[in-house]
């Protein structure tokens, strides 16, 4: 051991090391990414502009609209330029820092999508109730919950993953730092880091699908309330979301590993999720859709009069 080199940097891959299906590759990235960009920043722009909007479901998909930013920023700049360079490589601060915001915000999440199920429970079952029991200072306590229960679970094994010793090899078969991949990298017993990860993610994945389950399924289906029942109903489409990580990190080990399948399953939760996510939340909702006509009725109004007077 102590004539081997300590790492001072990881080579990912990547989806592919076809150089013919680099450039395609980058487009396909490229194009999701700035979807996501723009769909997400509108959902947190038309949240903020209008008063009608500003309600405790609309608060809570702000704050998830602005998580979905940061968590494909953690990952897709760094693969697009890794790709549109040739270097395919990242320092081990930064991969150790990708991996634990990677897993900061996706569980963060999962307690943030728990939370809005709740929200509408409430707001379904409990009508005279809501306003005081969703009030301005309880919901920002529930998102701040979120984000440290998310932090609190992250730390510890991000912390021994850390003081691991990474003497070699440094490929990482994969397009971010992921966990399995970098365990398997590390020449120590990781035993403990794995049972770990196995605990954590069996609380923040079916923890929170429980919840969420049971919110949904304790909603009455009368016809006076299918109208507010369909924006839980969304929650259903964040089954791709839930499903990815769940065959990602529900197991015990990481002996079995398939790493091109891995690869595929892991592109379902960071680019394909991000992605459809303003459209589940924006395209089956009247109300932000009549916001968002009426928004940009208003300016093409105000650029039509500016011509006319100039």
């Given at each position: 051991?102590g004539?081997?080199?300590?790492?001072?940097e990881?080579v990912l891959?990547?989806?592919s090391?076809?150089?013919?299906?680099?450039?395609?590759?980058?487009?396909g990235l490229l194009l999701?990414y700035?979807?996501?960009?723009?769909g997400?920043l509108?959902?947190?722009?038309?949240?903020?502009?209008?008063?009608?909007l500003h309600?405790?479901?609309?608060?809570f998909?702000r704050?998830?609209?602005?998580l979905e930013i940061?968590?494909t920023s953690v990952?897709?700049?760094?693969?697009l330029?890794?790709?549109?360079?040739g270097?395919?490589?990242?320092s081990?601060?930064g991969c150790f820092?990708?991996?634990?915001?990677?897993?900061l915000?996706?569980?963060t999440e999962?307690?943030?999508?728990?939370?809005m199920?709740?929200?509408?429970?409430?707001?379904?079952c409990?009508p005279l109730?809501y306003?005081?029991?969703m009030?301005q200072?309880?919901?920002?306590?529930?998102?701040?919950?979120s984000?440290?229960?998310?932090?609190l679970?992250i730390?510890?094994?991000?912390?021994?993953?850390?003081?691991q010793p990474f003497?070699g090899?440094n490929?990482?078969?994969?397009?971010?730092?992921d966990?399995f991949?970098?365990?398997?990298l590390?020449r120590?017993?990781?035993?403990l880091?794995e049972l770990l990860?196995?605990?954590i993610?069996?609380i923040?994945?079916?923890?929170?699908l429980?919840?969420m389950a049971?919110?949904?399924?304790h909603?009455p289906?009368?016809?006076?309330?299918?109208?507010?029942?369909?924006t839980c109903?969304?929650?259903?489409v964040m089954?791709l979301?839930?499903?990815?990580?769940?065959v990602?990190?529900?197991?015990?080990?990481?002996?079995d590993?398939?790493e091109?399948r891995?690869?595929v399953?892991?592109l379902?939760?960071t680019?394909?999720?991000?992605?459809?996510?303003p459209?589940i939340?924006?395209?089956k909702n009247k109300?932000?859709?009549?916001?968002f006509?009426?928004?940009?009725?208003k300016k093409?109004?105000?650029t039509k009069n500016?011509?006319q007077?100039?």
């Open positions: 051991i004539n081997r080199t300590t790492v001072t990881f891959p990547g989806l090391e076809a150089c013919e299906l680099q450039m395609l590759i980058f487009l999701t700035l979807l996501t960009l723009l997400n509108l959902i947190v722009v038309i949240t903020l502009m209008n008063r009608r309600t405790p479901m609309y608060y998909l704050n998830v609209a602005v940061w968590f990952i897709f700049p760094k693969v330029t890794n790709i549109l360079t270097y395919k490589t990242i081990l601060p820092l990708q991996s634990f915001l990677y897993f915000l996706g569980t999962f307690f943030l999508l728990a939370v199920s709740f929200d509408r429970y409430v707001a379904i409990n109730r306003a005081t029991t009030c200072r309880v919901c920002v306590q529930l998102v701040l919950c984000w440290m229960t998310g932090f679970l730390i510890v094994p991000s912390f021994l993953v850390l003081q003497c090899p490929i990482i078969n994969h397009f971010f730092c966990n991949p970098l365990l398997e590390i120590a017993d990781t035993t880091i990860g196995f605990v993610a069996n923040s994945l079916l923890g929170t429980s919840v049971t919110s949904v399924l909603i289906l009368n016809k006076e309330k299918q109208k507010a029942f369909s109903s969304s929650h259903i089954s979301f839930y499903g990815s990580c769940i990602m990190y529900i197991r015990s080990g990481k002996s590993q398939k091109d891995n690869k399953v892991a379902l939760n680019v394909v999720t991000p992605m459809l996510n459209f939340y924006t395209l109300q932000v859709k009549q916001v006509r009426e928004q940009v009725s093409f109004s105000q500016f011509f007077l100039t």
